[in-house]
């Protein structure tokens, strides 16, 4: 079975700290996504990569940068984590070229204090 | 105008009855169409692909109109279990945005006896 794991399932930060988020993937997905998800907005993409060391900008990627350096692992980086990043973050991964499935973490809900 | 847009439900229904979900997108070199569900508190998982011809998955229909940018699904004989946050999904083509996963904001549809 295709399994994308992430880090924590839950995480209290405070104002101000930088906080990592990881996400491994054991299928040799070239695809990698991270979303944030909130009540009455869906998921929003925040970047997503195609390839090692390769990003992209998703829809809302202020306060947020990432980082792939293994085809496996992709982890979303908040800079100086703020109350408004306070949310549910998802990181799928699917394979190249689409279309194909993706498939999704188990969720960390981030609280920032 | 939001990349993908679904309709904002909620929907409740009796079992037995017939639903239809409705999503347009805005983006007229999107390549893929898929529709997620997502049960409470879990990650999505695909439900189904959308092809040109239309797709029949046992009690589920999806129907995709290239030219109106508009993609459906239709679920008869509703089933207490089919309760759940049905997700409209696009994928981009071309250039550095090929594969880019774009989420509709979800419908709810509660299913009561």
């Known amino acids: 079975d295709v399994k994308v794991t992430q880090s924590s399932r839950y995480l209290v930060k405070r104002t101000g700290e930088k906080v990592f988020l990881e996400c491994v993937q054991d299928?040799?997905?070239?695809?990698m996504f991270w979303y944030r998800q909130d009540p009455g907005l869906g998921l929003r993409l925040i970047y997503f990569s195609y390839d090692v060391k390769m990003k992209e900008k998703g829809d809302i990627p202020e306060g947020y940068s990432v980082s792939r350096e293994k085809k496996e692992r992709f982890s979303l980086i908040l800079e100086s984590a703020s109350t408004n990043q306070t949310s549910m973050y998802l990181c799928?991964?699917?394979?190249?070229?689409?279309?194909?499935?993706?498939?999704f973490g188990q969720g960390t809900r981030l609280t920032v204090v | 105008r939001k990349e993908v847009e679904q309709d904002p439900g909620p929907f409740n229904v009796p079992e037995g009855a017939t639903v239809a979900f409705n999503c347009t997108y805005s983006n007229s070199a999107s390549q893929s169409f898929f529709w997620y569900r997502q049960d409470c508190r879990k990650e999505p998982k695909l439900l189904m692909s959308?092809?040109?011809s239309g797709n029949e998955d046992g009690r589920f229909t999806a129907q995709l109109n290239r030219a109106s940018q508009y993609i459906s699904l239709l679920i008869r004989d509703s089933k207490l279990s089919d309760s759940a946050t049905y997700l409209c999904?696009?994928?981009?083509?071309?250039?550095?945005?090929?594969?880019?996963?774009?989420f509709g904001q979800g419908t709810i549809l509660t299913v009561h006896p």
């Open positions: 799928a991964s699917s394979l190249y070229p689409p279309p194909t499935e993706a498939f």
């Open positions: 959308v092809y040109s």
């Open positions: 999904v696009v994928s981009n083509a071309g250039g550095t945005s090929y594969g880019k996963l774009t």
């Open positions: 299928m040799d997905h070239e695809n």
